[in-house]
């Protein structure tokens, strides 16, 4: 059951009419400024449709962390929802080759709500399709990906403010 699967979850507002919240996770420059915070990410691709891919490298000192998500719904400007996964530099999916008995998939969705000229933000993002090892390795990040994604949030009101 869905229910008995740790959830990460996350609620912002967001000084920014929706529009341009949207453009910020959808504008593959503007993302790269703010996903991963501390690191360099580089957008290898951005398909915004359902089924596309947004292939994204996050490079950290000599090391690369690849990642693929995949779009099940884009709805604009209000709701995207993707499979996330780890991949290898050929964008093959694989184990997190850092964490083994991380989810080989998560289920993320991005709502955004508008609300007098600012927008609310709804995040969560849950292990899919994942073993009993996994589902507890991924509860035990909850915190850590909390304050990873509080962080590029941050710096996403600085892009806002830039924008607006």
Known sequence: MMSDL?????????????????????????LARWYGPGVETVIHGFDLATEGAWKNEMRIGDNSDYQMMVFKEVTPPERLVWHHFSTDADWNVISNPMMPDWPRVLLTTVELQAQDGKTNLRFSQVPHESSQAEIACFESMIDGMSGGWGKGFEVMDEILAELG
Do not use: K, M, N, Y
Request: hydrophobic share 50%.
């Open 6 to 30: 740790p959830v990460l979850s996350l609620e912002r507002v967001f000084d920014a009419p929706r529009e341009l919240v949207w453009r910020a996770w959808t504008d593959p420059e503007l």
